[in-house]
T-cell receptor, first 116, second 107 residues
């Protein structure tokens, strides 16, 4: 299957700082990338959907000014958690899809964020 | 939107067969996917049913009945490494995940 990478895999930061997470599709062009967050023992919750070159579409309840998403190329999307707080500590996972239909999504390995 | 229900926990012994059910209420539904996630890891794709019926991939099979808004994942010849969380996900424009079923395989 296709490969998606995320960087960093783990990050610890102080409250009030911003953290950028990169998501790259390594061997395919991801027309659409999705960002999820997952709390321990919970399901994956879709945060936002981004299409290359256009603004991200955020799910209800997700603050777009706090979670900045950029999808500047077909192989790279970034999620920036601005002014992070302890409640933002979570497992953030991206996925990429090559087409616009029902093609399989390929998930990155996730980024574990801990805000102190 | 979509709402998917699946059991929270299932326990089975090594070598056995286990079925994880998933019922859904949804609009804009294209098909049902199944993902496996080990603790601390990312979800990995197992199967996708766009049409009614059974899809078989090795020890894993998945079934979909659109008329019943129901699907299941069948795991055969269980191995210890199959202990993980299993998520059904409704495929629309984006994936909408169920709450997950934690499977524990015991010796």
């Amino acid at each position: 299957g296709a490969v998606v990478s995320q960087h960093p895999s783990r990050v610890i930061c102080k409250s009030g700082t911003s953290v950028k997470i990169e998501c790259r599709s390594l061997d395919f062009q991801a027309t659409t990338m999705f960002w999820y967050r997952q709390f321990p023992k919970k399901s994956l919750m879709l945060m936002a959907t981004s299409n290359e070159g256009s603004k991200a579409t955020y799910e209800q309840g997700v603050e777009k000014d706090k979670f900045l998403i950029n999808h500047a190329s077909l192989t790279l999307s970034t999620l920036t958690v601005t002014s992070a707080h302890p409640e933002d500590s979570s497992f953030y996972i991206c996925s990429g899809r090559s087409g616009t239909g029902q093609e399989t999504q390929y998930f990155g390995p996730g980024t574990r964020l801990l805000v102190l | 939107g979509q709402s998917l229900e699946q059991p929270s926990e299932v326990t089975a012994v090594e070598g056995a067969i286990v079925q994880i059910n998933c019922t859904y209420q949804t609009s804009g539904f294209y098909g049902l996917s199944w993902y496996q996630q080990h603790d601390g890891g990312a979800p990995t794709f197992l199967s996708y049913n766009a049409l009614d019926g059974l899809e078989e991939t090795g020890r894993f099979s998945s079934f979909l009945s659109r008329s019943d808004s129901y699907g299941y994942l069948l795991l055969q010849e269980l191995q210890m490494k199959d202990s993980a969380s299993y998520f059904c996900a409704g495929s629309g424009y984006a994936l909408n995940f169920g709450k997950g079923t934690s499977l524990l395989v015991t010796p």
